[in-house]
């Protein structure tokens, strides 16, 4: 009898050891540094209306849709210029106080 609760207790503790164990390297992944070179906006493209933005407009946001994505990716983009566009209307529609 006292044998099973020590091999239950070897068994337990061995687990929490390999669960810490196989956990680890992903930490310490994460805690690394990228060496990937970070792009700044250029000063001609400050100029630029953010996606979503209040002044933006279908056919702005439809143009920033690349040329070379593929069907599916234009779809959704598309799908996501018009239901900007839907909510900015809303918006627009409710009068100001």
Known sequence: MRTDGVMRQTMMV???VV??????PATQA???RSTETTFFASTES????????VEDS???CLARIPKDASE??????M???????????????VPSQ
Do not use: F, P, V, Y
């Open 72 to 77: 599916g990716l234009r779809l959704i983009a």
């Open 14 to 16: 061995g687990a929490m």
């Open 46 to 53: 400050l100029g630029i209306m953010a996606s979503g933005a």
């Open 79 to 93: 799908q996501g210029c018009e239901r900007d566009d839907e909510t900015r209307q809303a918006i627009r529609s």
């Open 30 to 32: 994460a805690d690394q």
């Open 19 to 24: 669960a810490a164990w196989l956990s680890a």
């Open 58 to 60: 279908l056919k702005a």
